[in-house]
Every structure is written in structure tokens, then in C-alpha cells.
């Protein structure tokens, strides 16, 4: 006898993170689904929704492809750099602060900049981040979505190898925690964390000089790997 499925509940920033978009079009989706046929929910986790998450990529599938699926990117030198409203345009997206709020609200979706500028003052200090072409089409070609990856034929890249003996004050950086803690990807590791599951992740340990990317130590790591075990 063939073992059922397991159905999964998932929210609006699990499908935001797998399917390139934003929790407020995952909302907004949903509002119009009287017109767009997008799947009713099956439940709230506090006040957030839930949906079924193989009828929310059936969804998905069955739509025509879209404008991000089809969107060429200019022809720019390889090395061009290209600041955030710049970056959004080259990607596809018609919000010019689509990149910054991937930045902010997605940690670990949008790759990391290849330069930093630190402008303005010790009081007012200015970060300007910048991607070459090369790093955008990189992202490009395995952006999660199911349409993407049919487009491009590669798979997500795998976790690191991370041992859980080491040194516990040693800095992990988010692939490294997210391999520590079991996930499978650094897309469900970033989702998790935007959904404030992992608590103790809130505090960081460390951000490095360039790119600010945060750091945790693997004792608080391994402290949130136990939290989660004994739930």
C-alpha cells in the first residue's frame, strides 16, 4: 500500500521566497482571487494565512509565463556595476526597490553586493551597494520558481559540509547555520528566519566589513538547532 502524501501548510513568505516575489504579492494574489483563481486558504497561524502548498504550485504551473519569465536583460558588459534601482531594472521587476527590499526583507534570497560604498557621515552614514552583470545573471539563471528552473536546468546550489564539533565560538555564516540546523536550502533557511522561527538567530554575533553579511557563532547555532529539536 502506496504511504499518503504529507500535505504542508505554508504562508506568505514561504511562497514569496520560492517563487521570487514579495509577501505582499502573495497577499495581494490572493485578494484578487476571484478574478485569478489564486487557492483559498486553510488556515491562520496567529494572524498570518496558510495555504496548501501543493495547491499553491499547481497554481502557479498553471499559469502562462510570466513577464519576469520571458524578460531579457539588456546586453551589458559582464563587469558593468549596477546600483540597486539599476539592478531591480536589469532583473525585470517594475519596482525600482524591488533588490533593496529583497535585501532587507529576504536575507540570503538576493545574492550579496560586489562592492559597498561607504558614503555620507560617522553620524549619517550611507551604504550604497552594487552587483556586477555577471552576479545578476548568475542569480538569474537559478532564481527559485519552478518555471525558472525548468528555463534554466540547474538545480539550487547544495549546503556546505558543517561540523557540529567545532569550535563554538567560530562566526557561521548563513549557509553554514542553515546546514548546521538541517534545512535544505538557503531559501528555506532565509524564510524561516524572515518568519521569526528561529528566535535565537535574531541576535547576531558579527557582521563582516564588506557586504555586512551577518554571522552567528556555532553555539548559537547549536542552541536553536536544540530549541527547535525539543518543540
Known sequence: MAARSVRRIVGAVDIAAKHGLTPARISALYLERETNGFPEIVGHRGRARQWDEGEVDKWFD?????????????????????????????????????????????????????????????????????????????WLATRPGSGRRAVSGRTTPSLPDVPVDGDPDELLGASQAAALLGFKSINSFSSSLAQGNLPLLKTVDALTEKGGRRRWTRRRVLEQKAAREAR
Open 62 to 138: 498553471s499559469r502562462e509565463p510570466s513577464r519576469l519569465q520571458q524578460h531579457k536583460p539588456p546586453v551589458l558588459d559582464p563587469d558593468t556595476l549596477l546600483n540597486g534601482p539599476q539592478a531591480s531594472r536589469y532583473c525585470g521587476y517594475k519596482n525600482r526597490q524591488q533588490v533593496t527590499t529583497y535585501r532587507r526583507d529576504h536575507p540570503g534570497y538576493f545574492p550579496e553586493p560586489d562592492v559597498v560604498e561607504e558614503l555620507g557621515t560617522p553620524e549619517k552614514p550611507i551604504r550604497r551597494e552594487k552587483w556586477r552583470v555577471r552576479t545578476l545573471d548568475a
